[in-house]
C-alpha cells in the first residue's frame, strides 16, 4: 500500500514539492552560511518525494542553535515551502481519492517550517525506539 500511495503521491504533488525543496536548497546553499540550511531542504526535498513508509523524528541532543537556525529558516524558505504545502493540500483534499494525499500534505507544514533538529527514519525505526 505504501508503494501505491508513494506513486500516487509522486504524480500529484511530490515531484512538484520536490522541485521546490530542491530551488530552495540551491539558493540557500550560494552562501557558505546558507549551506547547513541548503542541506535541510535536499533532505525533506527527497523526503517529500517518497514520503509514505518513513517519519520525522526529533533528533536527540541538539540545541539551541537548531532553534535559532529554525528562526531564519522560516524567514529564508520555510514560510513558502509551507504554502506550497498549504495549497496541494486543499487542491488534494478536493476529491475523495485526494484527501488521504491532502492529509500527508498537511502533515508536512510542521517539518516545512521547522526542519532543523529532526531526523527522518523509517515508519517502522521510529515506532521500534519510542518508549512508553
Not at 19 to 35: H, Q, S
Request: aromatic letters at 12%; hydrophobic letters at 60%.
Amino acid at each position: 500500500m505504501k508503494t501505491i500511495l508513494n506513486i500516487v503521491w509522486l504524480v500529484l504533488c511530490g515531484f512538484w514539492m520536490f522541485l521546490g525543496y530542491l530551488v530552495a536548497g540551491l539558493v540557500l546553499c550560494i552562501t557558505i552560511i546558507g549551506i547547513p540550511f541548503g542541506i535541510a531542504a535536499f533532505r525533506i526535498g527527497v523526503y517529500a518525494l517518497w514520503p509514505f513508509g518513513r517519519t520525522a523524528v526529533d533528533r536527540q541532543g541538539v540545541g539551541a542553535g537548531s532553534l535559532v537556525g529554525n528562526v531564519l529558516w522560516v524567514i529564508l524558505a520555510g514560510w513558502w515551502l509551507a504554502l506550497g504545502h498549504v495549497f496541494t493540500g486543499i487542491a488534494l483534499c478536493i476529491s475523495i481519492i485526494g484527501i488521504p494525499l491532502g492529509l500527508a500534505n498537511f502533515k508536512l507544514i510542521p517539518l516545512s517550517l521547522m526542519p532543523l533538529g529532526k531526523e527522518i527514519v523509517p515508519t517502522d525505526q521510529a515506532f521500534a525506539t519510542t518508549r512508553w
